[in-house]
């Protein structure tokens, strides 16, 4: 089966730029998506396919994918997107919707 | 503004069957054009997506559970519904309904319930 990789962790000073990465084999060729969840609260669409931001999510908040690896990045970070994110992707060759595990980013 | 809620028993005895209903306002879910799923995440883990149903009543379900899981779906009511059966500790988790947008075949999460805790114990 289809399987994301992401950092369990990633800490970032506020103001600085958060990048959370996404691999799998050939990722770039998937649609990926990404979510936030905050401590208890369901997660929240904050990236679908690859750069599209849903209505209320800010411009600092964009995606990019190619070849192996997905990336979401975060510029000027605040206090407010410490969180964990998740990316997701459904591979058809299994009919199987994936998530990768997790990173949990950290505002220092 | 489609909302999703999700229902039923906290606390299930192992070898019980869990039960779970998901009611949907804002939307129809008779209309097509989604799937409707259950996600779970197991206490400070992450997501495991459990499977889907369509509101014609097919569905699909993660391999690693389908001999255990059973979706529903009751369109004059709105909502769909998931049973797992023989559970044990390991089924503990907060369950989570869902919709699910097919556009492109990309099957993008949109509208998430608040989630429900169930714990197995005797």
């Known amino acids: 089966s289809y399987v994301l990789t992401q950092p369990p962790s990633l800490s970032v000073a506020p103001g600085k730029t958060a990048s959370i990465t996404c691999g799998g084999n050939?990722?770039?060729?998937?649609?990926v998506h990404w979510y936030q969840q905050k401590p208890g609260q369901a997660p929240v669409l904050v990236i679908y396919?690859?750069?599209d931001r849903p209505s209320g999510i800010p411009e600092r908040v964009s995606g990019s994918n190619s070849g192996n690896t997905a990336t979401l990045t975060i510029s000027r970070v605040e206090a407010g997107d410490e969180a964990d994110y998740y990316c997701q992707v459904w591979d058809s060759s299994s009919d199987h919707l994936v998530f990768g595990g997790g990173t949990k980013l950290t505002v220092l | 503004q489609v909302l999703l809620q999700e229902s039923g028993p906290g606390l299930v005895k192992p070898s019980q069957t869990l039960s779970l209903t998901c009611t949907v306002s804002g939307g129809s879910i008779s209309r097509g054009g989604y799937y409707w799923t259950w996600i779970r995440q197991h206490p400070g883990k992450g997501l495991e997506w459990i499977g889907y149903?369509?509101?014609?009543?097919?569905?699909y379900y993660n391999p690693s559970l389908k001999s255990r899981v059973t979706m529903s779906v009751d369109t004059s009511k709105n909502q769909f519904s998931l049973n797992l059966s023989s559970v044990t500790a390991a089924d503990t988790a907060v369950y989570y309904c869902?919709?699910?947008?097919?556009?492109?075949?990309?099957?993008?999460?949109?509208?998430w319930g608040q989630g429900t805790l169930v714990t197995v114990s005797s």
């Open positions: 050939n990722i770039g060729s998937k649609s």
């Open positions: 869902a919709r699910l947008d097919p556009v492109d075949t990309a099957m993008v999460i949109d509208y």
């Open positions: 396919y690859n750069s």
């Open positions: 149903i369509y509101y014609s009543g097919s569905t």
